[in-house]
């Protein structure tokens, strides 16, 4: 019997019909496997790790930029990190005195500068060869040439590659505003009231703007990056070098920071949903009914200035969407996630008749697959354009199911895929998002319609990882053979 | 996906690839279902001026020369403008040298009278590598220089490119700051993006920003004969027959007799490419987008089965194959929009090779092939035979290798016989005659089938359902439901 110590919870594993997929087969002997067994199922968006580094003044947007392109790759599933120089420094230093710290003539606070930095950039090689990262994006001003460099070398000897963001801006409007959200309330002014608070960082960035020599056409045109001017109303692209870089340009040139909201709900309650079946395609029930009318009153009651609609190409959600009276668009991405062969069952018909399925879904519910059905995976792979639409649009109301709900709200509030397939998104109930600093504000509206409860916790039961790796072990051994499964009912 | 129509406008000097752009834009945009049609205003000027004697047209101070190029690109506007308001066209591509500030402000006056949006695309490169590749490449064969030899065509063209240069006024970052555009720099290696309006404009910019114009070859071909083929059964998820298996291995040995730079191996999820793949014995990536059209109800049955039992929805299959979407299934439509990533990705990388299946390979061959919704779902696609296509000029040479391994044929040829549809219900009623007592018709199938197919956003469809009696006599029961179909096609 031999024994592969493969943790079930190292996201290697692909369920495909009730046969495994293994990746990174490079551990594994690999004349040891039977020959179903391949690497990596999905493409690979980057061979090398990639560092990206921001460049820019204090308050042009770097950290906000970094943050929410962090979220958007993990969400997408490369791995991701910010490593933000500010938090080194407030490390280092435990209080912030005023901005003499960072004047160009002194000395003593370059050296401590210098330091932290290169503390981050060992870090950043850390997370590349021991966490297994993917991207890392590395939050600071890197303002000089002269600091450009040293990052540029460190990746040269390590072999990563590099990917420039710098935010240029220099209208004064967006600067206070920038100033005022998040500046003033960071650790380093708590002492501080907010007149003084606010001369003092307008004195930083004094220090800075001296020394600052930006990305330049034709001296850096070696060197690939993206310089966003003015928050987005100009763009200059050089040497895209591959598919990741062209992912996070798309995504970068299609944000925006314009103040908005985002209404997220599922259908109203269904005919299936009543029954407890998952999955179908049926009618709102009675309740669902008033759910959608009560749905209309609120989104009434919010006035909100050009609101879009977005449903599913399923019924409940466009029976929901037709008691508002607007015009609404489908979307097919919208769909809930296909169960398969589990398609219209209660769950314990599906425990009864595919009991290991139901078993495994509970082990990894991110990344199992339903027979002949998707993944939460392959949910979050067709939700991309619904996300990249999201971000160009304003107010946007997105009526659709549990599973894609889930996805989206994963995707707002940054949840990992652990925690994603477990989020609670009821029926009945409305919840606003609203972009704020660097990240979402929530706000749930329970309509008072009754509705069923369609939620499935987090098993408790956790069996122990050596009776999980004998009962794979079975299941690998049983792969080799035609396993005839009981026909669904 | 987008509410007013656009004008993409090229601007560059002879030789720049504004017409390559176009050209492909064009057929992107088209495959994703927006209908773009380009306007190249030297097409006018050649029917205009019908024999082409020299550069001496193009100079700056030859007045007769100017006054008709200004009517060609005049009468290009007003088709654009036809294409746009009249024919429902969505984007047009004007595809000119515009190499004035005030032929662009001619342009844009005209844009604001006819409420289109304006998108501007911008090529500069002084490499004269690629220029003199160009030139070669695409203008010594142009009817232009049909009389010429080689080297008097290079001249004569050179000279015309100097007649642009003087009263050449590149888009600028300042000046030109409130004007949505890009600029291409150096065929890719830089680009400068300005005030993107929206989605349309987004996608562009995405698009123009993964093409490149580096030689390499795309390798399109089936998985190997699968079990179910055999049984004439479509779908499922079957592993290879033997022969399937042998042409594994003659793939394996014709690429490797290719010898390919580089290459990079796509299959889809479905154990049929994957067994085809892993006979190559190199790594594979394997997409889910890739996968088989889903036949829904129909999965795993044969032709002549779902004839039987779902006869409505084979005839309706041949009406449309392209918008039908199988029930609890997918559309050939569907697929190009599940594709779009593979196909963005192809444009990207190099040297591929994808194993598909035949609904896909029919969606990637019309994308490279620029064949029409109508056409694309009857392009051959036999099993065991590769597609090797090569981008040339402004177009894809396509090269078809027989592996010699046989094969059952999987193709249906467009059936003769159809009910005439030209038009999508608009204005008429359709009687739809339903026999008495039909136990295989259900009515509500048949409504929502009927609904999907021939419904057109904007109009009421009603259904009456007859009860035909003695084949004389036809009482009208009642009007079975009235589906009112809203501004986004619905399904219900």
Not at chain 2, 195 to 200: C, G, K, S
Request: proline share 4%; net charge positive.
């Amino acid at each position: 019997m031999i024994i592969y110590k493969i943790p079930l919870s190292s996201h290697k594993f692909q369920y495909i019909s009730g046969k495994f997929q293994i990746w990174n087969i490079s551990k594994i002997p690999q004349t040891k496997f039977p020959e179903n067994f391949r690497k990596s199922s999905r493409p690979q968006f980057t061979n090398c790790p990639t560092m990206i580094v921001m460049v820019g003044l204090p308050a042009r947007g770097k950290t906000y930029i970094s943050k929410k392109l962090t979220r958007y790759l993990n969400w997408i599933g490369v791995p991701t990190q910010v490593f933000n120089l500010g938090q080194y420094r407030r490390e280092v230093l435990q209080t912030y005195k005023n901005y003499e710290f960072f004047r160009p003539d002194n000395e003593e606070a370059m050296k401590i500068r210098r330091a932290y930095a290169s503390n981050a950039l060992k870090d950043i090689a850390s997370y590349f060869t021991k966490e297994q990262g993917q991207v890392a994006v590395l939050d600071a001003t890197n303002t000089t040439r002269e600091r450009r460099g040293v990052i540029i070398n460190f990746a040269k000897e390590k072999g990563y590659k590099v990917f420039f963001i710098e935010s240029v801006c220099d209208d004064p409007e967006i600067i206070e505003a920038n100033t005022m959200q998040v500046k003033l309330s960071s650790p380093d002014y708590e002492n501080y009231d907010k007149e003084e608070a606010l001369v003092d960082f307008l004195k930083r960035i004094d220090c800075y703007k001296m020394s600052y020599v930006p990305l330049d056409e034709e001296k850096d045109r070696h060197l690939s990056f993206i310089k966003i001017f003015n928050v987005g109303s100009r763009y200059l692209v050089n040497r895209v070098q591959d598919h990741i870089q062209s992912r996070i340009v798309y995504y970068l040139m299609n944000i925006h920071v314009t103040p908005r909201s985002i209404y997220l709900s599922r259908h109203g309650e269904s005919e299936l949903n009543l029954l407890g079946r998952i999955g179908g395609d049926t009618g709102l029930s009675s309740q669902g009914q008033k759910y959608a009318k009560a749905l209309a009153e609120f989104i009434r009651g919010q006035s909100i200035k050009d609101l879009k609609v977005w449903t599913s190409h399923m019924k409940r959600t466009i029976q929901t969407a037709e008691a508002l009276g607007v015009p609404y668009e489908q979307w097919k991405a919208l769909n809930e996630i296909d169960a398969g062969v589990c398609e219209e069952m209660t769950y314990e018909e599906i425990q009864a008749t595919h009991p290991e399925e139901f078993a495994l879904r509970d082990q990894d519910k991110y990344r199992y697959r339903y027979p002949k059905g998707e993944s939460y995976e392959d949910l979050v792979h067709r939700l991309e354009p619904v996300i990249m639409e999201l971000e160009r649009q304003e107010n946007v109301l997105v009526i659709c199911h549990q599973a894609v709900m889930r996805c989206l709200l994963a995707y707002f509030l940054d949840k990992s895929e652990d925690d994603l397939p477990y989020l609670k998104c009821p029926l009945h109930t409305v919840l606003k998002l609203t972009p704020l600093a660097y990240g979402c504000k929530v706000e749930s509206f329970y309509l008072n319609i009754q509705a069923v409860n369609t939620h499935r916790d987090r098993p408790t039961v956790n069996r122990s990882q050596a009776t999980l790796l004998l009962t794979i072990h079975y299941l690998l051994i049983c792969s080799r053979a035609p396993v005839q499964k009981p026909s669904p009912a | 996906m987008t509410n007013c129509p656009t004008l993409i406008v090229t601007v560059g000097l002879p030789a720049r690839g504004k017409t390559y752009i176009s050209k492909k834009l064009t057929r992107y945009l088209n495959w994703i279902d927006v209908p773009t049609k380009e306007f190249n205003v030297g097409q006018y000027r050649r029917e205009c001026v019908k024999i082409y004697k020299s550069f001496e047209f193009f100079r700056p101070d030859n007045e007769e020369g100017l006054k008709i190029r200004k009517q060609c690109a005049l009468a290009a506007l007003n088709d654009v403008r036809q294409f746009l308001t009249d024919e429902g066209g969505q984007v047009a591509v004007f595809d000119a040298t515009n190499t004035t500030r005030e032929r662009r402000e001619t342009i844009l006056r005209f844009a604001e009278q006819n409420g289109f949006k304006v998108f501007f695309v911008e090529s500069v490169c002084e490499d004269p590598d690629v220029i003199a590749e160009n030139i070669v490449q695409v203008k010594l064969g142009c009817p232009d220089y049909t009389h010429c030899n080689t080297e008097d065509a290079v001249a004569d063209f050179m000279k015309r490119i100097k007649c642009y240069e003087n009263s050449y006024q590149p888009l600028d970052e300042e000046l030109d700051r409130d004007l949505s555009f890009i600029k291409i720099i150096d065929v890719g290696r830089r680009y400068l993006v300005n005030r993107v309006q929206d989605h349309i404009q987004s996608r562009i910019v995405y698009y123009l920003m993964n093409i490149h114009i580096t030689p390499r070859s795309i390798y399109l071909c089936r998985h190997g004969e699968s079990d179910l083929n055999i049984k004439g059964r479509i779908g499922g998820d079957s592993g290879l027959s033997a022969r399937g298996k042998e042409f594994a291995k003659a793939l394996g040995q014709f690429i490797q007799s290719q010898n390919i730079r580089d290459l990079k191996v796509w299959t889809s999820q479905m154990k049929r490419t994957i067994q085809t793949a892993e006979a190559l014995g190199v790594p594979y990536e394997q997409w889910k987008a890739l996968n088989e059209i889903d036949a829904g109800v129909c999965e795993e049955l044969m032709y002549e089965e779902i004839q039987q039992k779902y006869p409505l929805e084979f005839a309706l299959r041949d009406q449309d194959k392209y918008r039908y979407r199988y029930p609890k299934g997918e559309s050939y439509e569907d697929l190009v929009q599940r594709l779009e990533p593979v196909i963005m990705e192809l444009e990207r990388q190099e040297n591929v090779l994808v194993i598909c299946h035949q609904a896909v390979m029919r969606c990637l061959l019309a994308y490279f092939l620029d064949k029409t919704a109508e056409e694309l779902p009857y392009l051959k696609c036999a099993l065991h035979t590769v597609l090797k296509l090569t981008p040339m000029a402004y177009g894809c040479k396509v090269e078809s290798v027989c592996l010699n391994v046989d094969a059952v044929n999987t193709h249906r040829d467009r059936p003769s016989v159809r009910f005439t549809n030209t038009h999508p219900l608009s204005m008429s009623v359709s009687l739809v005659l339903v026999k008495q007592a039909s136990p295989i018709i259900n009515l509500r199938t048949l409504c929502s089938s009927f609904t999907t197919q021939f419904g057109k956003p904007g109009c009421n469809v009603m259904f009456i359902a007859l009860h035909v009696v003695d084949n004389k006599k036809i009482n009208i029961l009642y009007p079975y439901s009235t589906i009112k179909i809203n501004l986004f096609k619905s399904t219900s």
